[in-house]
Nanobody, 123 residues
Framework: QVQLVESGGGLVQAGGSLRLSCAASGRTWNNYAMGWFRQAPGKEREFVATIDWSGGSSYYSNSVKGRFTISRDNAKNTVYLQMNSLKPEDTAVYSC????????????????WGQGTQVTVSS
């Protein structure tokens, strides 16, 4: 079992930055690839980024590539999403998830999910 809890969301102006954190628990957490997804009101859940178990490889959606950075600190059981140059269209609930596959961009490939944290970008 893996439990995930996100934090770090909030309200920010366009062009600003936020760093999301995802705290994980569970003895086998380090064996999982981790991903970030987002869901805006009235839209389907969207893949954002994923990172492998070691933190040595990552993969991004085209919509965030070059602006967002995913990382992990296995010693702290935490995954991060650094978000720079934020745009109003980045507004969504952001959720982290754990998968036994890498790279996986489909939400169905992730077996464990956090509750999500709201990110709102004002214009």
């Amino acid at each position: 079992q893996v439990q995930l809890v996100e934090s770090g969301g909030g309200l920010v102006q366009a062009g600003g930055s936020l760093r999301l954190s995802c705290a994980a628990s569970g003895r086998t957490w380090n064996n999982y690839a981790m991903g970030w997804f987002r869901q805006a009101p009235g839209k389907e859940r969207e893949f954002v980024a994923t990172i492998d178990w070691s933190g040595g490889s990552s993969y991004y959606s085209n919509s965030v590539k070059g602006r967002f950075t995913i990382s992990r600190d296995n010693a702290k059981n935490t995954v991060y999403l650094q978000m720079n140059s934020l745009k109003p269209e980045d507004t969504a609930v952001y959720s982290c998830a754990a998968s036994t596959e890498y790279p996986a961009s489909r939400s169905s490939r992730y077996g464990y999910w956090g509750q999500g944290t709201q990110v709102t970008v004002s214009s």
